[in-house]
Every structure is written in C-alpha cells, then in structure tokens.
C-alpha cells in the first residue's frame, strides 16, 4: 500500500458511459502513489446495462447504486457520507478523466506543505486537442461568471507555475478532510453538476482555506462525455445556479459594484442561450432561481453568521485577503 493511497478517497461519480469509468479506474490503478486509496464509484442511476457493467468493477472499486438521478453534485454528496472519515484527503474525478503516474502525491505534497490550503487542483488538460489546458483552477468574477482558468490555451511557461486560484473544479480535484468538515455541506445536493465547484471554492475561501493550482500534477479530460449531454437541462441548471451563487456569496459592501455588471452579463449570457437554442430553458432557470429568493436570505444569512464568528476569531485581516481571491482579481491575471 502506498503511503500516499492510503491516506485518500477518490470519488468518481458516474452516469452511464461505464467504459469510460472502467478507463479511468484503469489508470488510476496504473498509478503506484495511488495504491491502497479507498476507491468509489457512485452509480447516479445509469441505465441498467451500464448498471451491470458497473458492477463488474467490484474489486477494483467500492460500487455505490444511486436509486435516482440526482446529478453529479448529489452523487459526490453520497460518495462523501460513504468514504473513510479516518482518510486525511478526498479527491473527486470525473469518470471521463485519465491520471498520469504521480497525480495524487503531487496533490498530497502540495497540501502537506502548507496548512492554510483546503483544496488544490491539478493541471487538467484537454484529451482531445493536447496539449491544449482544460483548467488550471477556477476563477470567479464580480458579474458572477466563473470559468476554467487557462481553458484552451497552449501550455506554456506561465502555466507550468503553481499559483494560487480561487478554487478547484469538479473535473479533478483534492480536498483536505478538515476543511470539508469545517465548511459543512460543501454544496447545495441539488446543484446537478453545474457552479457546484464555485460554492465549494466561495465556502472554502470564506471560513479562510486556500486554493492551489498545482501544475505537475496531471490530468486528462475528454470534456462533457458524461454529465453535460443534454444541453437543455445545463442550460436550466447553469441559468438557475449562477444566481444562488452570486446572491448568497458576494460580500453586501461590493454588491452596489457587482449589480450593473450582472445585470451585463446576464444579458449576454441569454444572447448566448438564445443561439444556443436553449433560451427557454434559461428562462426557466432564472424563475427558479426567484423562486427561491427564500432559500437565497437563509444561506446568505448563514454566511454572514459565520463571517461573524470568523471576525470574534480576530481573522479579519485573512477574510479581507479572501474576499480578493473571491473576486477573481488575481485569478484572471495569472
């Protein structure tokens, strides 16, 4: 057993497409730093032949079968209450992903090294058009956008550099334990598989946890093989989610900076859903979301809440260092 492995669980949601699980088992398997980790695979309830195929992976992987689709945030959510609470580290992969040999202890390295971290994401790129970057971390925006930071670009010398970043994707990613049971639910169990990770990142940066990109570690993505198939329901979950998040966490004293901005960006962004073809679905993710102007106060409630306990702690100047790296300032210029 590695000594690496065996602190960590790997999560690997799946729906359907069980080869491309079975590939990713594969090269994790491959991997001699990833020996003796806690392996599960979280059957979102695929179709049945992908359901038997699934369970021929037992042996290579903890099987767990979802009765309903609840989409890839739910699934994680079940892998976590299922995994190891004496393992220090979770690692969440997408099933369509391949790790190169050495990925997970860069990762452990990376958090071993330095306390303050929560979370690192490793340099994922994209399997169809190497080298090309897929994301090498996340970044958020004050008009409420988040993107893949480095996406489509060619790898070069700035992107072989570790950096800090706003927060990690659900392609690939390692969380400390400590930080996840710190920050509790890390993200709201109906979220599908959309700004899931721009929660978690926003929930990791709020109770003071950092976020690094750690470059030589390596992963490969075919890009949306698995849960982004229907482009109607990402639309809806997208349009839907992007508010939650922009209302909940942006800090009150930028909100009067942040508004026109929004208000841009969402007007762009239903421009885009429209040739897209999806822009009914937009619109029903945005209704949603005003629905839920109930559920929006309670959670930023919370926050605040918590905001208050981390200032009795007298971090206050940390929380302020956050909130830059929430807004994305650094991120966008890396």
């Not at 003071?208 to 890009?223: A, E, I, L």
């Amino acid at each position: 057993m590695s000594v690496v492995g065996g602190q960590c669980s790997i999560l690997i949601p799946v729906h359907g497409e069980a080869e491309l699980a079975l590939q990713c088992l594969q090269s994790i398997a491959a991997c001699e730093d990833a020996a003796g980790a806690q392996v599960i695979v979280i059957d979102d309830a695929s179709p049945a032949s992908d359901r038997e195929r699934l369970d021929g992976f037992d042996g290579q992987a903890e099987i767990i079968h979802r009765a309903t689709r609840g989409g890839f945030a739910a699934a994680v959510l079940t892998g976590l209450k299922a995994s190891s609470k004496e393992r220090p580290f979770v690692a969440i992969l997408n099933s369509d992903v391949e790790v190169e040999p050495g990925w997970l202890s860069h990762l452990v390295e990376a958090l071993d090294a330095n306390a303050q971290l929560g979370a690192v994401a490793p340099c994922v790129l994209d399997q169809a058009t190497p080298p090309r970057i897929d994301s090498a971390g996340l970044a958020y925006t004050l008009c409420g956008w988040s993107f893949r930071r480095g996406h489509g670009r060619a790898m070069e010398a700035q992107w072989k550099e570790p950096a800090r970043v706003f927060g990690v994707t659900g392609t690939a990613a390692l969380l400390r334990r400590r930080a996840l049971d710190d920050i509790g639910r890390p993200f709201p169990e109906d979220f599908d598989g959309y700004y899931e990770d721009v929660t978690l990142s926003f929930r990791l940066q709020e109770r003071n946890w950092q976020c690094m990109y750690v470059p030589t570690s390596v992963v490969h993505h075919r890009g949306s093989a698995t849960y982004a198939k229907i482009p109607k329901r990402k639309s809806y979950c997208v349009s839907r989610n992007l508010e939650f998040v922009f209302w909940t966490h942006i800090p009150s004293r930028f909100m009067l900076g942040a508004l026109p901005r929004h208000v841009f960006f969402l007007l762009a962004h239903a421009g885009q859903a429209l040739l897209r073809g999806s822009l009914i679905a937009h619109c029903r993710g945005k209704l949603h979301a005003l629905r839920g102007i109930g559920r929006i106060r309670s959670a930023r409630r919370q926050r605040q809440s918590e905001a208050s306990f981390l200032a009795d702690r007298r971090a206050t100047t940390s929380l302020r260092s956050s909130v830059a790296w929430i807004l994305g300032a650094k991120s966008q210029s890396e």
